[in-house]
């Protein structure tokens, strides 16, 4: 095999994986934000949730539709929004969200790392009624149960 294929190869393995949990003694751990502004802008008003989870479209949409976040104004000043969206894409995953439309028309599906699949499966136990028992609001309530969430560790604590 020759030097270019072997760069080719280790580069398209290291691509893939770059946006995938890390499994490390029996942990899952997924790199967490590490860019102070978007820590501050996104940890503001819910955990800053790690860019791996949501592919690079699917952060675009997120940061291209702010004044419609999820039911809330989040909108920013627009060298803000560049410096984060930059930041998300180039960290992100390879997860999007099914049925994610991105601005067709008025009406604006943003994605949710929620309806991935990976998510889904890592999940699949905790039906509303499980985490109303427990006193959870929120399926995104991630330090809820895993208590080293903001640190990238999401094994399961509960």
């Given at each position: 095999m020759?030097v270019?294929r072997?760069?080719?190869?280790l580069?398209?393995l290291?691509a893939?994986?770059?946006?995938?949990?890390?499994?490390?003694?029996?942990?899952?751990?997924?790199r967490?934000?590490?860019?102070p502004l978007t820590?501050?802008?996104c940890?503001?008003c819910?955990?800053?949730?790690?860019p791996?989870?949501?592919?690079?479209?699917?952060?675009?949409?997120i940061?291209?539709?702010?004044?419609?976040?999820?039911?809330?104004n989040?909108s920013?000043p627009?060298?803000?929004t560049?410096a984060?969206?930059?930041?998300l894409?180039?960290?992100?995953?390879?997860w999007?969200s099914?049925?994610?439309?991105?601005t067709g028309?008025?009406?604006?599906t943003l994605?949710?790392?929620t309806?991935?699949?990976?998510f889904?499966?890592?999940?699949?136990?905790?039906?509303p009624d499980r985490?109303?028992?427990?006193g959870?609001?929120s399926?995104?309530?991630?330090?809820a149960?895993?208590?080293g969430a903001e640190?990238?560790?999401?094994?399961?604590?509960?």
């Amino acid at each position: 095999m020759t030097v270019m294929r072997k760069a080719l190869i280790l580069g398209a393995l290291s691509a893939t994986l770059a946006g995938a949990p890390l499994l490390a003694q029996g942990e899952e751990r997924m790199r967490p934000v590490t860019d102070p502004l978007t820590l501050k802008e996104c940890g503001e008003c819910h955990m800053a949730f790690p860019p791996s989870l949501l592919s690079p479209g699917s952060w675009e949409v997120i940061m291209a539709n702010l004044d419609k976040h999820y039911g809330e104004n989040a909108s920013l000043p627009e060298k803000d929004t560049a410096a984060i969206t930059a930041y998300l894409t180039a960290s992100a995953g390879r997860w999007g969200s099914p049925g994610v439309s991105g601005t067709g028309g008025t009406e604006v599906t943003l994605p949710r790392f929620t309806e991935s699949r990976h998510f889904a499966h890592e999940h699949r136990r905790f039906t509303p009624d499980r985490l109303a028992r427990k006193g959870i609001k929120s399926i995104l309530d991630c330090v809820a149960c895993h208590r080293g969430a903001e640190q990238g560790y999401y094994d399961d604590d509960d």
